[in-house]
């Protein structure tokens, strides 16, 4: 993949805060948060709507949300009728798989420009009841689309937190380990927004209030002033028998986002004057079992720099969702990563997890960071529900 005369490269990269469950964003319809990301990124890179070839996003919980919800949002934002739009779905790891088949799809011809990321609006998820033949006598349950489609397995029937416990119990983390690696992520997050370091990937979304539409451009999910005596007070909340591990606060939340990218290839870059932010040098999917579905990444990673002829000392930094804390630790511990490498501005647990954002998310925060810091080489990785992992190396030139 890294050899290619004429490379695959993002030209932009924007993203949506990440707002709380039922918090900023919730009144926002999901198309409406992929709507603003796609007029931004094609503002940033000085293409005219009409120019894009083709739309690609992730979105998990589409129950609920209209026909098609990526060709709302695409239509929303001034693209015409003449260009599609459609999603994919791979649960957590749907933005970024987005951006691998923009990249597919340049690579074999099909499209000069693309764009691609996730949306997500946890927030506006439905509950469900099936009612086809209809409830003869008594009472019905409904079912919520978050647990049912999104963080249940489908193949033990449990939720995505006893399969980072299986994975605590596997790698032998701790309690007090998964603790720490939460509270230096809400730290290192506090340390960047007050830092701005966030500021220039986001794009601010106006939200309707009773006072009239507010702009939103901070993410309102990380707790500043976190500490470890708070964090280690919070209890087991899958396990209560005496062995659970995970917490509220060890673990990510449940969150409203969106993020898109713009995706060529060089020559394309060079006859607009564009700088690209990145090369896409390699990606790699792959499948483990769903029980300790957590480290998905730790093969994706392998997999991924081995295409790109990388060894993983020449990467300079690394953006892996925090799903769970005790998912961080057990694959930062089987990879040998220098833990001041990853997520080094904090990740999911302070920021959140929009489902089907969260892939293009990361690596939108990836490409800013590289840029920021002069860093040449960056991996973006994420575990995914169902026992999946995905990464994607990418390299600044």
Not at 165 to 190: F, G, I, M, P
């Amino acid at each position: 993949m890294s050899k290619s005369s004429d490379p695959v490269v993002i030209v932009s990269a924007a993203r949506t805060i990440i707002g709380s469950f039922n918090g900023a964003l919730s009144k926002v319809p999901v198309h409406d948060l992929g709507s603003a990301v796609i007029k931004e990124v094609l503002k940033r890179a000085a293409v005219a709507p009409e120019e894009v070839s083709e739309v690609i996003f992730g979105h998990v919980l589409t129950a609920g949300c209209g026909q098609n919800p990526v060709r709302q949002a695409s239509v929303g934002a001034g693209i015409p009728y003449s260009v599609p739009a459609w999603s994919c779905q791979m649960i957590c790891g749907s933005g970024l798989k987005a951006v691998c088949l923009a990249a597919q799809s340049i690579g074999m011809g099909d499209s000069s420009i693309v764009v691609a990321g996730g949306m997500e609006s946890m927030s506006k998820a439905p509950h469900l009841v099936h009612l086809r033949t209809g409830v003869r006598v008594g009472d019905t349950q409904l079912a919520d689309s978050i647990l049912c489609d999104g963080l249940t397995d489908a193949f033990h029937s449990y939720h995505m937190g006893i399969t980072a416990e299986n994975v605590a119990k596997k790698w032998q983390v701790t309690k007090e380990d998964q603790d720490k690696v939460a509270v230096l992520s809400q730290n290192r997050t506090e340390n960047a927004q007050k830092a701005g370091y966030f500021d220039k990937e986001i794009v601010p979304v106006f939200v309707p209030t009773k006072n009239g539409r507010t702009e939103v451009r901070t993410d309102e999910f990380p707790r500043h002033g976190t500490n470890i005596e708070a964090v280690s007070k919070l209890k087991p909340y899958f396990l209560k028998d005496g062995t659970g591990t995970v917490t509220p606060a060890n673990a990510s939340g449940m969150n409203d986002g969106a993020a898109a990218v713009v995706v060529m290839k060089m020559s394309e870059a060079d006859n607009r004057g564009l700088k690209p932010l990145a090369q896409i040098v390699s990606w790699s999917q792959v499948g483990v079992e769903p029980s300790i579905m957590g480290t998905g990444p730790i093969p994706a990673i392998k997999q991924a720099v081995a295409k790109a002829g990388w060894s993983l000392e020449d990467v300079d930094l690394f953006e892996i969702n925090e799903a769970f804390a005790a998912l961080s630790v057990a694959i930062i511990k089987e990879l040998g990563l220098n833990p001041e490498k990853v997520n080094f501005q904090g990740g999911a647990i302070a920021l959140g997890h929009p489902l089907g954002a969260s892939g293009c998310r990361i690596l939108v925060t990836l490409l800013h960071a590289l840029e920021r810091t002069g860093g040449r080489r960056g991996i973006a990785a994420l575990c995914i529900g169902g026992g999946m992992g995905i990464a994607m190396c990418v390299q600044r030139e």
